[in-house]
């Protein structure tokens, strides 16, 4: 279940600094009687931020939440369905605790209102009999305000040591340190390039799948008054991971767990608002000078990959400005067009797993282009290499209908080569290899060639010419002259394996094959006749199928 919701602190309501009961009876024990808990022991951890006094039987229209109330009980002394009553609505009202000096109108706390106090973990303290409100107050107040001002001069030693581990530049590892140090917990920050920086080596910080629903209302912690800093739990409810963000954009989050002191204090909440602030700051910083970086790679790579560098020394260059270490060769694979928006997100992120791979990405129009190391194995090693690495990317594309092609191994100098390599591979492949969703251009034969000549206006006319009585004939008749050539070649100029694939008759065949032959003036027999047929065949497939894609 994935959880949002404004800070509140570890797990506990997050209120003013104070003391909590059991630290007031630890140091204040002169307030109050030598058996000072009458019930609700179970809630002395309830933090005390103020101190009132409660005279009138409806008080818990006038009290403020983190309340220690003093009374005499004079105005519920004879009224028992009030007494019952107080100490539910007290609890909703979030008062600490109340402490009630007896035997002047109350000789003991009635039965009905320890039950209830108990059931409420709501504490009941006996008040020293001695003791006047005035000095109670004085000495609660005097501790509240102590606490107060030692968190004050908490936050501001937190603060001062966390700025200046931002202005003296300190590196990630060591600004992470600082802030687990002044929040005494361990902690861990991941940016959006998945670089993790952690106190606890055995700790690999993963980046948070927020995929479900936000948490209903019903789920929600009341939020601390004034304060927007949200975290979230991804699936592990020991660890919080607070984002860290820029107009809607998270840069990073900031992962803390093993909080020492699990109640959470206003200083804290300040102290770790605080930090969000400045890795905000750093990470917006750092954000800026990676999109630089960034763009001039994007500008080397698209400069290389297009053949205005071409020099071996100009390459090594222009990648040592752009912070690329080159390896000596590359196979270049150039995606189908890939337009969607969400297609581009999916690729921002898989930048940083091709970061990891050596592999070099860019993209060029509506196009992904990869540059991707070869290694010292076999070729047929490497193919299948990357033929599994493009099977894992097309499997985390997968509502986008991807394809691929892939150039031959290729020498720095020679990466244009490659790209154009890569392009005819994905040109070529829809239409001579349709049921395969990658190519190489390695794999392709002779096909390139066919390529370019479907591409050279006069050898293309002259090929086609050959064919033009079969098309004519197609045309006026409406019969299947040129398929029955293709499938007649295409089965070494076997009859009954044609027949089987056209699912017409021997003799159809047959009848077609002599008509061919007229039309033609040829012998379909002759190995000269038949080759001449098969390069015009190809470039006639090759040319009709890029006028049905234009």
């Not at 337009?339 to 997100?345: E, F, I, P, S, V």
Request: hydrophobic share 40%; net charge negative; glycine share 6%.
């Amino acid at each position: 279940m994935l959880y949002y919701m404004t800070y509140k602190g570890w797990g506990k309501v997050l209120c003013m600094e104070g003391i909590t009961i059991r630290e007031l009876l630890y140091r204040k024990p002169n307030l109050f009687d030598k058996q000072p808990i009458i019930a609700g022991s179970s809630g002395l951890d309830r933090m005390i931020t103020n101190i009132n006094v409660m005279e009138v039987p409806d008080v818990y229209n006038w009290v403020r939440k983190g309340d220690l109330l003093l009374t005499t009980a004079y105005s519920i002394k004879d009224n028992p369905l009030a007494q019952e009553e107080l100490i539910p609505k007290l609890s909703e009202a979030g008062i600490s605790a109340i402490g009630i000096k007896t035997k002047r109108y109350l000789e003991k706390v009635p039965e009905s209102m320890i039950r209830m106090a108990d059931a409420y973990a709501f504490p009941i303290l006996e008040l020293a009999f001695e003791v006047g409100y005035s000095q109670t107050i004085s000495e609660v107040i005097e501790e509240i305000i102590d606490r107060k001002a030692r968190g004050l001069m908490e936050l501001h030693r937190c603060i001062q040591l966390l700025t200046d581990s931002l202005v003296l530049g300190e590196h990630w590892s060591t600004l992470v340190e600082t802030i687990a140090r002044c929040m005494n917990m361990q902690a861990a920050l991941i940016t959006s390039r998945r670089e993790a920086y952690s106190t606890d080596s055995s700790y690999q910080p993963v980046w948070p799948d927020i995929r479900e629903p936000l948490a209903s209302s019903a789920d929600a912690i009341p939020a601390l008054e004034g304060s927007s800093l949200g975290f979230v739990w991804p699936g592990d409810a020991t660890k919080r991971f607070i984002p860290i963000q820029r107009n809607n954009e998270v840069l990073a989050y900031l992962i803390c767990w093993d909080r020492a002191n699990e109640g959470g204090t206003a200083t804290f909440s300040l102290a770790i608002q605080h930090a969000v602030s400045l890795l905000t700051l750093q990470l917006s910083k750092q954000q800026a000078l990676n999109h630089a970086e960034d763009n001039q790679k994007e500008t080397f790579l698209k400069m290389w990959l297009l053949g205005e560098l071409q020099d071996q020394q100009a390459v090594h260059l222009h990648a040592a400005v752009a912070g690329i270490q080159l390896q000596a060769q590359y196979r270049v694979g150039v995606t189908s067009r890939v337009g969607a928006q969400g297609a581009a997100k999916a690729f921002d992120k898989l930048k940083l797993q091709f970061i990891t791979e050596g592999i070099l990405s860019v993209a060029l129009g509506e196009e992904w282009v990869l540059l991707i190391p070869v290694t010292g194995e076999e070729d047929d090693r490497q193919v299948e290499g990357v033929k599994k690495r493009l099977a894992g990317l097309r499997k985390l594309l997968k509502p986008y209908s991807l394809c691929m092609g892939i150039s031959e191994s290729q020498s720095i100098e020679h990466i244009h080569q490659g790209y154009q390599q890569a392009c005819t591979s994905l040109e070529l492949g829809a239409i001579v290899q349709p049921e395969e969703t990658i190519w190489f251009y390695g794999q392709l034969g002779m096909y390139p060639l066919v390529n370019l000549l479907a591409g050279e206006d006069s050898a293309k006319r002259r090929l086609l010419n050959q064919l033009k009585p079969l098309e004519d004939h197609d045309d006026k008749h409406q019969s299947r002259l040129i398929e029955t050539l293709i499938a007649y070649l295409k089965h070494d100029a076997n009859i009954k394996e044609t027949a089987q694939t056209l699912f017409c008759h021997y003799n159809s065949v047959v009848y077609r094959l002599e008509r061919i032959s007229s039309l033609l003036k040829a012998d379909l027999k002759d190995p000269e006749v038949k080759f001449q047929l098969q390069l015009a065949l190809k470039v006639y497939r090759i040319a009709q199928k890029k006028e049905a894609s234009t």
